[in-house]
T-cell receptor, first 115, second 115 residues
């Protein structure tokens, strides 16, 4: 049962344009969402996060939007740059309390930014 | 950002041998470490969670006697794949989180190939 879904396995965007990566989840108990970027043969690196009590968080070229009623979040990158080309994972946290909260990852979206 | 070092980055071994993967937090105390596995074109799948000084908690379907996890200190966790078989070939990634922190910091991953 995939609780976090990224339905687009890949996305191609022209340099300078906006990249929109989508993520859907099924569990309303998730309280924190994160986006990670991953290059081949490397571990993921943290990009941006959002708490379930917010609907938007912005950091430079990256903005994450959360629509709780639709159980949907999206990552906007604008303007897109060739160096943004990577696999992007969204992740959701189930709040168990204490130190054992774990993240559930989506399947990833491969973003290719064309020069 | 925080640094997590994972070693080795790549290992090729014969079927039946055991392989140890190390994960170190270099500049913070990792009270919780997570071990993930990623098969090609699939998501990061959580294998187990370990808190310093206590036994690891394994996800359903992960054999604890096959994947031995030791989190003996606040900066080191190890994953030992015992009696490895070709189906264990995968990309293994560790991640670490400090006390009271939300973000996970990932190691660079280990590509295990079992012949």
């Amino acid at each position: 049962d995939q609780q976090v879904k990224q339905n687009s396995p890949s996305l191609s965007v022209q340099e300078g344009r906006i990249s929109i990566l989508n993520c859907d989840y099924t569990n309303s108990m998730f309280d924190y969402f994160l986006w990670y970027k991953k290059y081949p043969a490397e571990g993921p690196t943290f990009l941006i996060s959002i708490s379930s009590i917010k609907d938007k968080n912005e950091d430079g070229r990256f903005t994450v939007f959360l629509n709780k009623s639709a159980k949907h979040l999206s990552l906007h990158i604008v303007p897109s740059q060739p160096g943004d080309s990577a696999v992007y994972f969204c992740a959701a946290r189930m709040n168990y309390g204490g130190a054992t909260n774990k993240l559930i990852f989506g399947t990833g979206t491969l973003l290719a930014v064309q020069p | 950002g925080a640094v997590v070092s994972q070693h080795p980055s790549r290992v090729i071994c014969k079927s039946g041998t055991s392989v140890k993967i190390e994960c170190r937090s270099l500049d913070f105390q990792a009270t919780t470490m997570f071990w993930y596995r990623q098969f090609p074109k699939q998501s990061l799948m959580l294998m187990a969670t370990s808190n310093e000084g206590s036994k690891a908690t394994y996800e359903q379907g992960v054999e604890k006697d096959k994947f031995l996890i030791n989190h003996a200190s606040l900066t080191l966790s190890t994953l030992t794949v015992t009696s490895a078989h070709p189906e264990d070939s995968s990309f293994y990634i560790c991640s670490a989180r400090g006390r009271g922190k939300e973000k996970l910091f990932f190691g660079s991953g280990t590509q295990l190939s079992v012949l």
